[in-house]
């Protein structure tokens, strides 16, 4: 399973990089998980959106479903073979308007995922955990079922006992770090500090630091990450178009 970043910045993109969205590849299954702003442009540089087999979304905030608009219309539009004759879009139903607007006439459908139970999508197994945000979201936890190599992605969540057990031993946790060690007041997005505390007590191989704040140094960020989640599990900020093998 390889996971290469689209975009990274949470809330707006920024210095030429889009928000939320990554692809997620199992063999010759394609996943995009997530579709901020800016998606549709760095996922062609990987590959045709037109092979791609799904799309999952974690919630309906529009710094991770800003591109779904183009990308409806582009199955609809383009030229081209298609990995799917209709391009599967799974999302939650807890906000029925949004969920609604997932279905585009003979090009895009609308599927709803269970978050109590484990969505199967080709060569992949997806577990859930609702976070803690102002509105609906939910944390999957991707498993490529033959390898069993395991990526658990916290979405957009503020720091809450239940993650710990959700991201227990995965290969990778990617973690909403929109925060700063030093961050005050409302914090609907982890910190630096507690997304390195989260992979320290969840004995993950691999912090990968996402939905990014678009000032300070970065560098710190991670530092900061680093620091809490110890010496022995590597920390990275994510950059756009790298790619990484889970």
């Known amino acids: 399973m390889k996971l290469t970043v689209l ?21 010759d299954y394609h ?7 800016g ?16 799309v999952l979304l974690t919630h309906y905030h529009h710094d991770h ?9 582009e199955w609809q539009l383009a030229q081209g073979a298609k990995a799917e004759p209709i391009l599967p879009i799974y ?17 895009t459908v609308g599927r709803a995922y269970n ?7 080709g060569p992949l197994s997806v577990d859930f955990i609702p976070t803690h945000h102002p509105v609906p979201a939910y944390a999957p936890r991707i498993t490529e079922t033959v390898t069993g190599a395991t990526l658990a ?7 809450f006992d239940g993650l710990t057990d959700w991201a227990q031993g995965a290969d990778v946790l990617l ?17 630096s500090t507690q997304a390195g505390e989260l992979a320290q007590q969840a004995g993950v191989k691999r912090l990968l630091l996402t939905h990014l704040p678009q000032t300070g140094d970065l560098t710190q960020l991670a530092r900061e990450a680093q620091t809490a989640a110890g010496n022995t599990i590597p920390v990275e900020v994510v950059q756009p178009q790298s790619i990484y093998k889970i």
Do not use: M
């Open 39 to 54: 998606a549709l442009l760095a996922l062609e540089k990987q590959l045709s959106p037109l092979q791609l087999n799904a």
């Open 115 to 121: 978050p109590a139970e484990t969505l199967k999508l």
């Open 31 to 37: 996943l995009l998980l997530d579709c901020g702003s």
């Open 91 to 107: 999302g939650h139903t807890a906000d029925p308007l949004n969920f609604g607007s997932l279905t585009w006439p003979d090009s």
């Open 153 to 159: 992605f916290t979405a957009d969540t503020a720091a």
């Open 175 to 191: 973690a909403d770090t929109n925060f700063y060690a030093d961050h005050q007041g409302t914090a609907w997005h982890l910190t």
């Open 7 to 27: 975009g990274c910045y949470g809330g707006y993109p920024h210095n030429g990089i889009g928000t939320s969205s990554y692809l997620i590849t199992s063999g």
């Open 65 to 73: 479903t800003a591109d779904l608009g183009v990308l409806q219309y």
